[in-house]
T-cell receptor, first 113, second 114 residues
C-alpha cells in the first residue's frame, strides 16, 4: 500500500548540530509539506514543495531548509539546531492542486538539548 | 496570508451530547476547508471537508457547515462517543489557486466523558 513515512521517529540532538529529518512518500504526490506542532500553536507550516526542484517558505521557515530532488522525498534540515526547534514535526503530501487527499506521516519528535 | 482562528481550545461534553467547534478564516480566496482529527500520539487524519460551493456536508454523525459571507465554518458531532475524544483541527486553503497550502487553526481538545 502507498504510504508516507518519516524517520527517525525520535531524535535527541545538541544545540548547534545540523539535523536532517527524512520524509518519503509512495503516493506519487506532487505536493509535500513540513509542519511543526507545538502546544498552543497547532500545526505551523515550515516549507512546502509543489514538485521536483520547487521549494517554498512557510510561516516559520527561519533556521530550516528543504530540497526536492525527486517526487518521493522532501528532507527537512535544521542548519544549526536551537532549543526553540524542539517540537514534533509532521510531513504531509497531497495530490495536485485540489488538496483533497492530504496524508500525514507519523511524526518525528525532535529534542534539542 | 491566510489566518485561521479556532474556538474553543478545549471542549468537554457528556457521552451522547453534541459538540460544535467553530473556525473563522481571513482570506476570501480560500475555497477548501478540511477538518482533521488527531488522537493522542498519532498523526492528523482527515475526517471531513467542504468546498466553498457547498453550504453543508454530512457524514454519519459529523457535519460541517460553511458561511462564506461571514467567513466561518463549523464542525458538528452528534451523539458523541468516548472514541471521539481527540484534538480536532480546522484548516483553510485556496485549493487550485497559485499558492495552495493548508493553514491550520490551533486545535480543539475534545473530551467525551462516559
Amino acid at each position: 500500500d502507498a504510504e508516507i513515512t518519516q524517520s527517525p521517529r525520535h531524535k535527541i540532538t545538541e544545540t548547534g548540530r545540523q539535523v536532517t529529518l527524512a520524509c518519503h512518500q509512495t503516493w506519487n504526490h506532487n505536493n509535500m509539506f513540513w509542519y511543526r506542532q507545538d502546544l498552543g500553536h497547532g500545526l505551523r507550516l515550515i516549507h512546502y514543495s509543489y514538485g521536483v526542484q520547487d521549494t517554498n517558505k512557510g510561516e516559520v521557515s527561519d533556521g530550516y531548509s528543504v530540497s526536492r530532488s525527486n517526487t518521493e522525498d522532501l528532507p527537512l534540515t535544521l542548519e544549526s539546531a536551537a532549543s526553540s526547534q524542539t517540537s514534533v514535526y509532521f510531513c504531509a503530501s497531497s495530490r495536485d492542486r485540489d488538496l483533497t487527499e492530504a496524508f500525514f506521516g507519523q511524526g518525528t519528535r525532535l529534542t534539542v538539548v | 496570508g491566510e489566518n485561521v482562528e479556532q474556538h474553543p481550545s478545549t471542549l468537554s461534553v457528556q457521552e451522547g451530547d453534541s459538540a460544535v467547534i467553530k473556525c473563522t478564516y481571513s482570506d476570501s480566496a480560500s475555497n477548501y476547508f478540511p477538518w482533521y482529527k488527531q488522537e493522542l500520539g498519532k498523526r492528523p487524519q482527515l475526517i471531513i471537508d467542504i468546498r466553498s460551493n457547498v453550504g453543508e456536508k454530512k457524514d454519519q454523525r459529523i457535519a460541517v457547515t460553511l458561511n462564506k459571507t461571514a467567513k466561518h465554518f463549523s464542525l458538528h458531532i452528534t451523539e458523541t462517543q468516548p472514541e471521539d475524544s481527540a484534538v480536532y483541527f480546522c484548516a483553510a486553503s485556496n485549493s487550485g489557486g497559485s499558492n495552495y497550502k493548508l493553514t491550520f487553526g490551533k486545535g480543539t481538545l475534545l473530551t467525551v466523558n462516559p
